[in-house]
């Protein structure tokens, strides 16, 4: 079955300094979406961005993720932390070719911003 | 203002009771899903729907059991709680067609404490 993989479950960094979050992913089917959803403390999971297109570039809110086919990577990068961006981020995968009412979440990233 | 709301929002119960969680969505979707979240392991899929009366099982679907019974509310059931199942829940509503296919849109989450 489908499989997401972020291997890092704890990332913390200083203000500042770029941030990078690893995605990576399997799936038999060639038409995957993959999505990153951000869990703030206290909030509803909610979409960051998302894309199904290889080798282009999505931006949301200052975060970028670019889907890489070949290397079946989604790997999410914001140029510069803040503290608002300390949350609990989840990569998913929803393989269109098969049962495409599911979405695959990976373990979560928790990305803490220090000053 | 919300559209996918759940209740309660915290509970506890005793060992071998029955809980149910409930969630109600206004968006109009035609899915609605059950997670859990625990440290370790991020969101697993307990159960979804595609539409009222339908339920499917997820990726750790034992020990649970869905109601879906109109387009929406859908509970997710515990008959026989354990320990085990202390965790948070959240309800998602999501669409496979249309210009958000896929996204889902998530609650506020259920804290649950099994003693």
């Known amino acids: 079955g489908d499989s997401v993989t972020q291997k890092e479950g704890l990332v913390t960094l200083t203000e500042g300094l770029p941030v990078m979050l690893n995605c990576t992913y399997q799936?038999?089917?060639?038409?995957?979406?993959l999505f990153w959803y951000v869990h703030y403390l206290n909030e509803s999971p909610r979409l960051l961005l998302k894309s199904s297109t290889d080798n282009k570039r999505t931006e949301h809110q200052g975060f970028h993720a670019t889907l890489h086919k070949s290397s079946s990577s989604f790997h999410l990068q914001k140029s510069s932390a803040q503290l608002s961006d300390s949350a609990l981020y989840y990569c998913a995968l929803s393989d269109r070719g098969g049962s495409n009412a599911k979405l695959t979440f990976g373990k979560g990233t928790k990305l803490s911003v220090k000053s | 203002e919300a559209a996918v709301t759940q209740s309660p929002r915290n509970k506890v119960a005793v060992t071998g009771g029955k809980v149910t969680l409930s969630c109600n969505q206004t968006?109009?979707?035609?899915?609605m899903y059950w997670y859990r979240q625990d440290t370790g392991h991020g969101l697993r899929l307990i159960h979804y729907s595609y539409g009222a009366g339908s339920t499917e099982k997820g990726d750790i679907p034992d020990g649970y059991k869905a109601s879906r019974p109109s387009q929406e509310n859908f509970s997710l059931i515990l008959e026989l709680a354990t320990p085990s199942q202390t965790s948070v829940y959240f309800c998602?509503?999501?669409?496979?067609?249309?210009?958000?296919?896929?996204?889902?849109?998530f609650g506020p989450g259920t804290r649950l404490l099994v003693l």
């Open positions: 998602a509503s999501g669409d496979l067609g249309g210009p958000n296919q896929d996204t889902q849109y």
């Open positions: 968006n109009n979707h035609n899915n």
């Open positions: 799936t038999i089917y060639s038409n995957a979406f």
